[in-house]
């Protein structure tokens, strides 16, 4: 099969085009054919080396944890998919290797879920580690009807869909800090939009009036964002970050998504019934992942880029 792996860590250029083995699936494993892997920050941090520490990592190794395609085979105790299935899902593993990245994926049941008929092998390639990160994280802080959710960096991959996951959870007003730019974005989203930078709890509590506090705050970005939540919450054991473990030291919580077939059927359904839209910034073919990557890299993304096989 073709796949972009690479043979080292390092910077984009160590992504390549290769042609490796078709992958073996075990009797409890799905055999997918790829139509969309989504691209997300983790990836660069497996390309670069980051998290080599925390994850036994072997190569040649396919970056992707994202995936939407096409069942062509199923194991002998595989009892919920059935060749031809069109899924979507989240495909971490215990050690990294053989990613998303690929023409084919021996895919895990318990991170795998039917792909919503309404949407495209593309919108599927970019919902399933987004969502489960926004639905897991926003579950942790329990939020519910009548809350004020203020999520940081609203216009991005997790971003775009937390505040959607928020108020389908009843989350009664979303407050999303962007760039001017994608203030209009948020806007159709249903988010109020608000500037971040060095004004940002002076901004919240403008636009807020009362007592300026919101109920919880959704990291997207650590550093400073994060330092300002406590000052921006009633209550900061309702402080979630996704990106730093310091959100622990403040009395938060910090989350790092699991796959969980459950939830990705929660995603599945709230996708269909169009409560939650995956907007796809752009794609490129698999053998561009490198560019992908670049995109990427520059931290101007609106919602999900995305490969395509």
């Avoid at 039917?114 to 390639?125: Q, Y």
């Avoid at 962007?178 to 974005?185: D, L, Q, W």
């Avoid at 997207?220 to 009633?234: E, F, I, K, T, Y």
Wanted: net charge negative; charged share 20%.
């Amino acid at each position: 099969m073709k796949a972009i792996a690479q043979n080292e860590f390092g910077d984009i250029d160590v992504l390549r085009s290769q042609d490796l083995p078709d992958p073996a699936i075990n009797f409890d494993e799905v055999l997918v054919e790829v139509r969309a892997a989504g691209v997300n920050p983790a990836d660069r941090l497996v390309r670069m080396g980051y998290v080599k520490d925390l994850m036994p990592h072997h190569f040649p190794l396919i970056p992707g944890w994202d995936v939407a395609g096409v069942v062509r085979e199923v194991g002998p105790a595989v009892d919920g998919f059935r060749p031809g299935d069109e899924v979507f899902g989240y495909q971490r593993k215990d050690h990294v290797q053989h990613g998303t990245y690929a023409e084919l994926v021996a895919a895990t049941e318990r991170g795998l879920a039917h792909k919503p008929p309404s949407l495209s092998f593309a919108e599927a390639g970019g919902l399933a580690l987004t969502g489960l990160t926004a639905v897991q994280a926003l579950r942790k802080v329990g939020v519910s009807a009548g809350d004020t959710v203020l999520v940081h960096a609203a216009a991005g991959g997790v971003g775009h869909l937390a505040v959607q996951v928020a108020r389908i959870l009843g989350a009664s007003r979303v407050i999303g800090t962007a760039s001017p730019r994608n203030h209009e974005f948020l806007r159709g989203l249903g988010v109020e939009p608000v500037a971040y930078g060095d004004a940002l709890i002076e901004n919240v509590a403008e636009l807020i009036g009362g007592d300026g506090l919101v109920d919880v705050a959704f990291d997207c970005v650590g550093g400073a964002a994060l330092n300002d939540s406590p000052a921006l919450v009633r209550d900061p054991s309702r402080i979630v970050s996704i990106v730093d473990t310091n959100v622990l030291e403040l009395g938060g919580w910090y989350c790092y998504a699991k796959p969980v077939r459950a939830d990705l059927e929660w995603l599945a359904a709230h996708a269909e019934s169009g409560d939650l839209k995956v907007v796809v910034q752009q794609t490129f073919p698999l053998a561009e992942a490198a560019e992908a990557h670049r995109l990427l890299e520059g931290r101007h993304v609106r919602g999900k880029v995305v490969l395509t096989v």
